[in-house]
């Protein structure tokens, strides 16, 4: 293997966010001359795709695949926007859109058409995974009410910070961890967003440099097919561009507000699984004792229960987890174009892997159908998942969801009142990065990720998302929490799986 395994999305990223000495990429340095690219997709691996990003910026230190430390040429110059005001947010925490900016300068030239040049990527996780291809189905005429008619970015960064549209003042200076490496990267906050509206066509070329109506391609959970099946979309892969995968595994968890940690805890101890000091004071419901070794079970069986449409009903309620009859429980899942909520429909639902001859597949229950004590919200990211958990949690009810592995519960704030239950009697977060037993294959609610480029993507664009799936699978780049490399991959060390499911959600890892 070589020291440095990047496929063409890693080089075009990096490229994305390097920059030289001369541009500082604030405000007032990008221009027309900038190349401003947009990227869309999946929400689960935010902070993987930022930290991808900023591997081809100038000046950015990082390791490779063999563990030898890499300085890119240049002065760091790597600014990032975020719609979120919330200070210490980074990508992955602060909003479903932000921007990155830098002189795309790597020490090997792998940037492609990128190198040497500024470089806006604008990210949007809006929705989800479908997004990276939602805008192009609708380009080429597809009517179809499960897909949104337009999509938010952040705003053109020319002026943003002068005119008042991010946070007001020099950008904070943030310690990004790369590899293990520390690199300072400046930071607005609180930055203006834009709708856009898609053309139909081809864009002018010129846009590439001015104002793109249209994300270049993306990331997805799962692959073009899934949910093609799931939301009954008529338009073929081939019609809107082409994917590939990225050798990437991605863990999901079932997370649940403090209440039902507390309560599947008595549940658990009434059967023996767990201590019975596990619930003792001075832990509550609001507050419960979250050490690993009182981490309660749930069953796939139980979750599924709550998320099948044809078992919604008045008799449906908290009582199926051990509480009160008449206990209100929170569903909180993501929108249908979500690849996190395609990934969990596979794992509870076997939809729509079982929806051939044989059929077995369920059909998921959405907000609509909400009972008194059944309530679904819908959200277009992670966040509004951990944010719903939470807020159930300060209300002192039952709530759950599925969010991935990439997410570590803080404890604090507005979405971080929540934690992570065993699944069928396995823990997926035994480890501090929450992805050793889906490495080893005895937690198998994972699956891979896959980059797409859309046919109407330029060159920059194509180099752009090619970097970034080639940054996501090497393993000495993507030693990041919850996400793992596959056997295909061809690659070895601690973050890599001898099992994969070669492309193929539906089919078993082996």
């Known amino acids: 293997m070589k020291l440095i395994k990047l496929s063409k999305i890693a080089m075009a990223v990096a490229a994305m966010t390097a920059a030289p000495a001369a541009f500082a990429l604030t405000p007032a340095q990008v ?12 929400s689960a691996p935010t902070a993987s795709v930022y930290k991808g990003v900023l591997t081809l910026c100038q000046g950015m230190t990082y390791k490779d695949a063999a ?53 806006v990527v604008f990210h949007t996780v809006e929705g989800g995974s479908f997004n990276a291809y939602a805008p192009h189905i609708k380009i080429g005429g597809e009517v179809n009410p499960e897909l949104p008619l337009n999509l938010q970015r952040i705003n053109n960064i020319e002026g943003l910070a002068v005119g008042g549209q991010c946070a007001n003042g020099a950008a904070e200076s943030v ?13 607005y906050r609180n930055c203006a967003r834009t ?63 403090y209440p039902l940690y507390y309560q599947l805890q008595k549940n658990d101890i ?15 419901a609001t507050a419960p004792n979250l050490t690993a070794a009182c981490q309660p079970d749930l069953a796939g069986g139980q979750y599924a229960q709550f998320v099948n449409v044809d078992n919604i009903g008045p008799l449906l309620d908290g009582s199926k987890l051990g509480a009160a009859v008449g206990t209100k429980i929170n569903i909180a899942r993501r929108a249908s174009t ?5 990934a969990s429909n596979m794992r509870f639902l076997n939809k729509p892997c079982a929806t051939g001859t044989p059929q077995g597949a369920l059909n998921p229950a959405r907000a609509v159908n909400s009972t008194a004590n059944v309530i679904f919200s819908e959200s277009s990211s992670t966040g509004g998942v951990k944010t719903a958990l939470t807020t159930a949690t300060t209300a002192g009810e039952l709530g759950i969801g599925v969010v991935s592995m990439e997410n570590i519960p803080s404890g604090t704030g507005t979405d971080g009142k929540w934690a992570f239950v ?44 090619n970097s970034v799936v080639s940054s996501l699978g090497n393993p000495g780049i993507t030693d990041l929490t919850g996400l793992f490399i596959t056997k295909d991959a061809g690659a070895s060390g601690s973050n890599v799986s001898k099992l994969g499911r070669s492309g193929n959600s539906c089919q078993i890892a082996f």
């Open 422 to 465: 065993k699944l069928d009697g396995v823990s997926n977060n035994t480890d501090a990065k929450q992805r050793a037993n889906a490495i080893a294959g005895t937690y198998t609610f994972s699956y891979e990720l896959v980059g797409f480029t859309a046919s109407t993507a330029f060159v920059e664009g194509q180099d752009m998302v």
């Open 338 to 342: 979500s690849g996190t909520q395609s």
């Open 67 to 119: 563990g030898v430390t890499h300085t890119n040429p240049g002065a760091i110059d790597a600014h990032l926007y975020l719609e979120s005001a919330s200070a210490g947010k980074l990508p992955g925490g602060s909003g479903d859109r932000n921007a990155y900016t830098c002189t795309v300068q790597t020490d090997d030239g792998r940037a492609g058409s990128l190198e040497n040049q500024k470089v």
């Open 195 to 257: 709708t856009q509206t898609w053309t139909a066509g081809q864009l002018l070329r010129g846009n590439v440099y001015a104002a793109p109506d249209r994300p270049e391609g993306g990331l997805s959970d799962t692959e073009y097919v899934i949910n093609k099946l799931n939301l009954a979309v008529t338009t073929d892969l081939s019609g809107i561009g082409s994917e590939v995968g990225t050798n990437i595994g991605q863990a999901f968890g079932v997370a649940v507000s």
């Open 175 to 187: 310690n990004v961890d790369i590899s293990g490496l520390l690199n300072p990267v400046g930071v």
């Open 31 to 42: 221009d027309a001359s900038t190349v401003k690219l947009w990227l869309s997709g999946a």
């Open 270 to 284: 009434a059967v023996g699984k767990i201590a019975n000091t596990c619930d003792d004071a001075p832990f509550i």
